[in-house]
Nanobody, 121 residues
Framework: QVQLVESGGGLVQPEGSLRLSCAAS????????MGWYRQAPGKQRELVAA???????TYADSVKGRFTISRDNVKNTVYLQMNNLKPEDTAVYYC???????????????WGQGTQVTVSS
């Protein structure tokens, strides 16, 4: 079974930094876009950042200039470097990817287990 495994969350002080990682494992023939979403209690899930193989990247306005998404296609891993963190960044962060599992001919959406990011002094 294909899965996305996240790591890197935790408690950090305001203005601090964290680096999230999400690695795809299992049997698959391809991965399309990969990205990060987040959801705080009582709020809607929102797209934080996404990147595709072609190199196109997108960021939520609230994180632009502070977060950087990157992708290692050899390791099948996507990263989210988060700098100058703010309390409003506190949320559960979910990795997302469109993956074509073997031996199937189409992609399916996969989600990581979620990792808690708490920004507090």
């Amino acid at each position: 079974q294909v899965q996305l495994v996240e790591s890197g969350g935790g408690l950090v002080q305001p203005e601090g930094s964290l680096r999230l990682s999400c690695a795809a494992s299992g049997r698959f023939s391809g991965i399309n876009d990969m990205g990060w979403y987040r959801q705080a209690p009582g709020k809607q899930r929102e797209l934080v950042a996404a990147v595709i193989t072609g190199g196109s990247r997108t960021y939520a306005d609230s994180v632009k200039g502070r977060f950087t998404i990157s992708r290692d296609n050899v390791k099948n891993t996507v990263y989210l470097q988060m700098n100058n963190l703010k309390p409003e960044d506190t949320a559960v962060y979910y990795c997302h990817a469109d993956i074509r599992p073997l031996p199937l001919p189409r992609t399916y959406e996969y989600w990581g287990q979620g990792t808690q990011v708490t920004v507090s002094s």
